[in-house]
């Protein structure tokens, strides 16, 4: 089966720091998400992408989120200066199409910790 | 927007059948209601979709009423690999272009 493709895996930052995290979505796929989980919480929705702009975002993507589509390939996410509460398990996601019936992939996960 | 509605927590044995129901009242004609299950520290992987009736794969089986008003996953015989969480989520179209993830059922299958 395809597979969403993640890096790092784990990332340690201090706090007030930038960083980047990378997604590489299924080829074919239109429609780009990324979420966090919080350790022990839910899965919450950050915001969706597609056509090189972002069409869904959530209250928590605030002004120190970006998301970017650089090449045909990559998929970012960007904090711009992280807090602690940014601490969490970052996962991205793709489809092929925004209907009911078109599942999500999700990739394994960034653990960011912010120190 | 409607909202799903399920258990926070099942437990069950090995070799025993898991029945997980999700109401879901605010249901859209056009909506699909899709199961997802979740390892610790993986993502979310999707099992089954429906959107009436019943629908089987090799992962599970989904029933749904007729008034779509809830579905109920059914996991037939569990392992202990079948510990996770198990979400049930209905995309609204008037939600635009985001999947919500409400709090999911937490299945622990004991030896």
């Known amino acids: 089966e395809p597979e969403v493709t993640q890096t790092p895996s784990h990332q340690v930052t201090q706090m007030g720091q930038e960083v980047i995290l990378r997604c590489v979505p299924i080829?074919?796929?239109?429609?780009f998400y990324w979420y966090r989980q919080i350790l022990g919480q839910k899965v919450e929705f950050l915001v969706s992408?597609?056509?090189?702009?972002?069409?869904?975002k959530s209250e928590i993507f605030d002004d120190q989120f970006s998301v970017e589509r650089p090449d045909g390939s990559n998929f970012t996410l960007k904090i711009r200066s992280t807090k602690l509460e940014d601490s969490a398990m970052y996962f991205c996601?793709?489809?092929?199409?925004?209907?009911?019936?078109?599942?999500?992939?999700f990739g394994s996960g960034t653990q960011l910790s912010v120190l | 927007l409607a909202k799903t509605t399920q258990p926070i927590s099942m437990d069950s044995y090995e070799g025993q059948e898991v029945n997980i129901t999700c109401s879901h009242n605010n249901i859209a004609t056009n909506d699909y209601i899709t199961w997802y299950q979740q390892f610790p520290s993986q993502g979310p992987r999707f099992i089954i979709q429906g959107y009436k009736t019943k629908v089987t794969n090799e992962v599970a089986s989904l029933f749904i009423p007729a008034d779509r008003k809830s579905s109920t996953l059914s996991l037939p015989r569990v392992s202990l690999s079948d510990t996770a969480v198990y979400y049930c989520?209905?995309?609204?179209?008037?939600?635009?272009?985001?999947?919500?993830f409400g709090g999911g059922t937490r299945v622990l299958v004991k030896p």
């Open positions: 992408f597609y056509n090189n702009e972002i069409s869904e």
């Open positions: 080829s074919n796929h239109l429609y």
């Open positions: 989520l209905v995309e609204l179209k008037a939600a635009g272009n985001k999947l919500t």
């Open positions: 996601a793709s489809r092929w199409g925004m209907t009911g019936f078109e599942k999500l992939f």
